[in-house]
Protein backbone atom coordinates (compact mmCIF):
# COMPACT_ATOMS: atom_id res chain seq x y z
CA UNK A 1 0.00 0.00 0.00
CA UNK A 2 2.68 2.78 0.81
CA UNK A 3 4.32 1.59 -2.65
CA UNK A 4 0.66 2.11 -4.64
CA UNK A 5 0.60 5.27 -2.46
CA UNK A 6 3.94 6.70 -3.24
CA UNK A 7 2.85 5.75 -6.88
CA UNK A 8 -0.32 7.86 -7.01
CA UNK A 9 1.55 10.51 -5.32
CA UNK A 10 4.01 10.46 -8.11
CA UNK A 11 1.70 10.67 -11.02
CA UNK A 12 -0.65 13.31 -9.60
CA UNK A 13 2.78 15.95 -8.82
CA UNK A 14 3.70 15.19 -12.51
CA UNK A 15 0.19 15.87 -13.54
CA UNK A 16 -0.08 19.08 -11.67
CA UNK A 17 3.38 19.88 -12.92
CA UNK A 18 1.99 19.38 -16.40
CA UNK A 19 -0.99 21.56 -15.38
CA UNK A 20 0.85 24.21 -14.29
CA UNK A 21 2.96 24.08 -17.49
CA UNK A 22 -0.01 24.71 -19.40
CA UNK A 23 -1.47 27.26 -17.58
CA UNK A 24 2.02 28.88 -18.03
CA UNK A 25 2.04 28.61 -21.76
CA UNK A 26 -1.36 30.35 -22.09
CA UNK A 27 -0.97 32.83 -19.89
CA UNK A 28 2.22 33.84 -21.52
CA UNK A 29 0.39 33.20 -25.32
CA UNK A 30 -2.38 35.61 -23.54
CA UNK A 31 0.87 38.39 -22.30
CA UNK A 32 1.94 38.28 -25.82
CA UNK A 33 -1.15 38.53 -27.51
CA UNK A 34 -1.39 41.92 -25.03
CA UNK A 35 1.80 43.56 -26.47
CA UNK A 36 1.05 43.01 -30.00
CA UNK A 37 -1.26 45.76 -32.04
CA UNK A 38 -5.25 45.12 -32.64
CA UNK A 39 -3.87 42.05 -30.51
CA UNK A 40 -2.65 40.42 -33.06
CA UNK A 41 -5.46 40.37 -35.55
CA UNK A 42 -5.30 41.31 -39.16
CA UNK A 43 -6.90 44.55 -39.99
CA UNK A 44 -7.42 46.01 -43.56
CA UNK A 45 -7.74 49.89 -43.85
CA UNK A 46 -8.55 51.60 -47.06
CA UNK A 47 -8.05 54.86 -48.40
CA UNK A 48 -6.22 57.11 -50.41
CA UNK A 49 -4.33 59.89 -49.23
CA UNK A 50 -4.69 61.84 -52.23
CA UNK A 51 -7.75 63.08 -50.66
CA UNK A 52 -8.83 65.32 -47.75
CA UNK A 53 -6.99 65.30 -45.14
CA UNK A 54 -8.54 65.04 -41.62
CA UNK A 55 -9.93 68.20 -40.45
CA UNK A 56 -8.96 70.14 -37.10
CA UNK A 57 -10.84 72.92 -36.02
CA UNK A 58 -8.74 76.52 -36.57
CA UNK A 59 -4.94 74.09 -37.17
CA UNK A 60 -2.51 74.98 -39.11
CA UNK A 61 -0.75 73.04 -42.32
CA UNK A 62 1.21 70.97 -39.43
CA UNK A 63 -1.88 69.92 -38.07
CA UNK A 64 -3.26 68.82 -39.77
CA UNK A 65 -0.66 66.15 -41.58
CA UNK A 66 0.56 65.58 -38.27
CA UNK A 67 -3.45 63.98 -37.15
CA UNK A 68 -2.92 61.89 -40.34
CA UNK A 69 -2.46 58.24 -39.82
CA UNK A 70 0.53 57.96 -41.70
CA UNK A 71 1.95 60.13 -38.52
CA UNK A 72 0.44 57.77 -36.41
CA UNK A 73 2.78 55.35 -33.77
CA UNK A 74 1.25 52.34 -35.45
CA UNK A 75 2.25 53.31 -38.67
CA UNK A 76 5.59 51.41 -39.20
CA UNK A 77 3.36 48.14 -38.77
CA UNK A 78 1.21 48.74 -41.73
CA UNK A 79 2.26 47.23 -45.27
CA UNK A 80 0.80 49.82 -48.13
CA UNK A 81 -0.72 47.73 -51.10
CA UNK A 82 -1.04 50.64 -54.22
CA UNK A 83 -3.34 49.90 -57.45
CA UNK A 84 -2.18 50.42 -60.39
CA UNK A 85 -5.13 50.44 -62.62
CA UNK A 86 -8.03 53.15 -62.59
CA UNK A 87 -10.63 50.53 -63.26
CA UNK A 88 -13.24 53.44 -63.17
CA UNK A 89 -11.73 55.07 -66.19
CA UNK A 90 -11.36 52.52 -68.23
CA UNK A 91 -13.62 50.38 -69.60
CA UNK A 92 -14.28 48.08 -72.48
CA UNK A 93 -15.93 50.81 -75.02
CA UNK A 94 -13.41 52.77 -75.75
CA UNK A 95 -11.52 53.14 -78.74
CA UNK A 96 -7.96 53.81 -78.77
CA UNK A 97 -7.42 57.41 -79.03
CA UNK A 98 -10.22 57.16 -75.95
CA UNK A 99 -8.34 54.80 -74.14
CA UNK A 100 -4.64 56.94 -74.63
CA UNK A 101 -6.90 60.23 -73.53
CA UNK A 102 -8.09 58.55 -70.60
CA UNK A 103 -4.44 57.26 -69.64
CA UNK A 104 -2.73 60.61 -69.92
CA UNK A 105 -5.80 62.03 -67.80
CA UNK A 106 -5.38 59.00 -65.23
CA UNK A 107 -1.51 59.59 -65.27
CA UNK A 108 -2.35 63.58 -64.50
CA UNK A 109 -4.40 62.92 -61.61
CA UNK A 110 -1.70 60.34 -59.68
CA UNK A 111 1.00 62.71 -60.77
CA UNK A 112 -1.51 65.79 -59.04
CA UNK A 113 -1.48 63.30 -55.83
CA UNK A 114 1.40 62.24 -55.23
CA UNK A 115 3.01 66.10 -55.64
CA UNK A 116 4.62 65.41 -58.81
CA UNK A 117 3.03 68.27 -61.14
CA UNK A 118 5.29 71.83 -61.55
CA UNK A 119 4.18 74.64 -58.89
CA UNK A 120 4.02 77.86 -59.32
CA UNK A 121 4.59 81.13 -57.16
CA UNK A 122 1.99 83.86 -57.60
CA UNK A 123 2.20 87.60 -56.96
CA UNK A 124 2.06 87.82 -53.33
CA UNK A 125 2.79 84.32 -51.89
CA UNK A 126 5.29 84.38 -49.34
CA UNK A 127 5.74 80.42 -49.19
CA UNK A 128 6.75 77.72 -51.24
CA UNK A 129 4.55 77.74 -54.90
CA UNK A 130 1.88 75.71 -54.33
CA UNK A 131 -0.21 76.65 -56.91
CA UNK A 132 -0.23 74.10 -60.53
CA UNK A 133 -1.04 74.51 -64.38
CA UNK A 134 -4.72 73.19 -64.96
CA UNK A 135 -4.82 71.92 -68.70
CA UNK A 136 -7.20 73.72 -70.56
CA UNK A 137 -9.69 71.16 -71.86
CA UNK A 138 -10.20 70.69 -68.09
CA UNK A 139 -11.77 74.34 -66.86
CA UNK A 140 -15.11 76.20 -68.33
CA UNK A 141 -14.29 79.95 -69.28
CA UNK A 142 -15.92 81.82 -66.85
CA UNK A 143 -18.49 84.46 -68.18
CA UNK A 144 -20.25 87.01 -66.29
CA UNK A 145 -22.44 84.57 -64.24
CA UNK A 146 -20.64 81.68 -63.81
CA UNK A 147 -23.36 79.69 -62.00
CA UNK A 148 -25.15 80.01 -65.59
CA UNK A 149 -22.24 78.94 -67.29
CA UNK A 150 -21.56 75.89 -65.12
CA UNK A 151 -25.26 75.06 -65.49
CA UNK A 152 -25.09 75.44 -69.73
CA UNK A 153 -21.43 73.94 -69.90
CA UNK A 154 -22.94 70.64 -67.74
CA UNK A 155 -26.85 70.63 -68.37
CA UNK A 156 -26.89 71.63 -72.64
CA UNK A 157 -30.28 72.28 -73.36
CA UNK A 158 -31.70 71.04 -70.17
CA UNK A 159 -35.31 72.49 -71.07
CA UNK A 160 -35.47 70.23 -74.07
CA UNK A 161 -34.00 66.66 -72.20
CA UNK A 162 -35.48 67.13 -68.61
CA UNK A 163 -37.67 63.86 -68.92
CA UNK A 164 -34.28 62.04 -70.28
CA UNK A 165 -33.31 59.93 -67.10
CA UNK A 166 -29.89 58.81 -68.79
CA UNK A 167 -29.28 62.72 -69.73
CA UNK A 168 -29.70 63.57 -65.69
CA UNK A 169 -27.57 60.09 -64.41
CA UNK A 170 -25.04 61.39 -66.58
CA UNK A 171 -24.47 64.68 -64.89
CA UNK A 172 -23.48 66.00 -62.04
CA UNK A 173 -22.73 69.46 -60.17
CA UNK A 174 -20.49 68.89 -57.22
CA UNK A 175 -19.66 71.86 -54.63
CA UNK A 176 -17.81 72.11 -51.68
CA UNK A 177 -20.56 74.57 -50.13
CA UNK A 178 -23.93 74.43 -49.43
CA UNK A 179 -24.44 78.32 -50.09
CA UNK A 180 -23.37 77.38 -53.70
CA UNK A 181 -26.00 74.80 -54.32
CA UNK A 182 -28.55 76.53 -53.10
CA UNK A 183 -27.55 79.04 -55.72
CA UNK A 184 -26.97 76.87 -58.26
CA UNK A 185 -30.90 74.82 -57.54
CA UNK A 186 -31.96 78.38 -57.42
CA UNK A 187 -30.91 79.38 -60.93
CA UNK A 188 -31.86 75.89 -62.13
CA UNK A 189 -35.85 76.33 -61.38
CA UNK A 190 -35.78 79.66 -62.38
CA UNK A 191 -35.02 78.05 -65.89
CA UNK A 192 -38.40 76.69 -65.56
CA UNK A 193 -41.26 77.91 -66.69
CA UNK A 194 -44.84 78.19 -64.88
CA UNK A 195 -45.55 79.02 -61.79
CA UNK A 196 -43.21 78.45 -58.80
CA UNK A 197 -44.95 76.47 -55.92
CA UNK A 198 -42.79 76.97 -52.66
CA UNK A 199 -42.74 75.10 -49.45
CA UNK A 200 -42.38 76.04 -45.83
CA UNK A 201 -40.84 73.46 -43.20
CA UNK A 202 -42.14 73.42 -39.38
CA UNK A 203 -40.74 76.35 -37.75
CA UNK A 204 -41.47 76.08 -34.46
CA UNK A 205 -40.73 74.19 -31.56
CA UNK A 206 -42.74 70.75 -29.56
CA UNK A 207 -44.29 72.29 -26.56
CA UNK A 208 -43.12 68.73 -25.54
CA UNK A 209 -39.14 69.35 -25.97
CA UNK A 210 -36.87 69.37 -22.96
CA UNK A 211 -37.12 73.47 -21.44
CA UNK A 212 -39.94 74.66 -24.01
CA UNK A 213 -40.50 77.50 -22.52
CA UNK A 214 -36.78 79.19 -22.54
CA UNK A 215 -35.97 77.66 -25.56
CA UNK A 216 -38.93 79.33 -27.23
CA UNK A 217 -37.83 82.80 -25.89
CA UNK A 218 -33.98 82.02 -26.81
CA UNK A 219 -34.90 80.11 -31.14
CA UNK A 220 -37.56 82.45 -32.68
CA UNK A 221 -39.05 82.13 -35.92
CA UNK A 222 -36.90 84.46 -37.52
CA UNK A 223 -33.97 81.96 -36.14
CA UNK A 224 -35.39 78.87 -36.64
CA UNK A 225 -36.11 80.11 -40.77
CA UNK A 226 -32.66 80.61 -40.98
CA UNK A 227 -30.86 77.57 -40.00
CA UNK A 228 -29.21 75.86 -42.92
CA UNK A 229 -28.01 72.00 -42.32
CA UNK A 230 -26.54 69.70 -43.93
CA UNK A 231 -29.21 66.56 -42.80
CA UNK A 232 -32.16 68.14 -43.48
CA UNK A 233 -33.76 70.50 -46.45
CA UNK A 234 -33.67 74.15 -46.46
CA UNK A 235 -36.98 76.41 -44.69
CA UNK A 236 -37.84 77.67 -47.76
CA UNK A 237 -38.28 74.88 -50.90
CA UNK A 238 -38.91 75.82 -54.39
CA UNK A 239 -40.24 73.31 -57.26
CA UNK A 240 -41.88 73.80 -60.63
CA UNK A 241 -44.16 71.31 -62.80
CA UNK A 242 -41.15 69.04 -64.08
CA UNK A 243 -38.58 69.54 -61.99
CA UNK A 244 -36.68 66.70 -60.53
CA UNK A 245 -36.39 66.17 -56.61
CA UNK A 246 -34.13 63.31 -54.88
CA UNK A 247 -35.21 62.15 -51.69
CA UNK A 248 -31.42 61.74 -49.96
CA UNK A 249 -32.96 60.03 -46.64
CA UNK A 250 -36.12 58.13 -46.09
CA UNK A 251 -37.14 60.10 -42.56
CA UNK A 252 -41.11 58.97 -42.83
CA UNK A 253 -41.75 55.54 -44.58
CA UNK A 254 -45.14 55.21 -43.46
CA UNK A 255 -45.61 58.49 -45.34
CA UNK A 256 -44.70 57.03 -48.29
CA UNK A 257 -41.27 58.72 -48.65
Known amino acids: MVIWDEALMI????????????????NESKDKTKEKVFGGKTLLFGGDFRQILPVIRGGSRENIVDASISRSRLWKHFHVFELSENMRLLNGNCNSAEKQSISEFSKWILDLGDGKLPSKEIEGEDDEPTWIKIPDDLLIESGENPIETIVQAIYPGLLDKIENQDYLRKRCILTPKNDTVD??????????????????SSDSICPQSYDFENAELLYNQEYLNSQKLSVVPNHVLRLKL????MLTRNINPSAGL
Request: charged residues 25%; hydrophobic residues 40%.
Open 242 to 245: NVPV
Open 183 to 200: QINDYVVSMFPGKEHVFL
Open 11 to 26: HRHAFEAQERTVKDLM
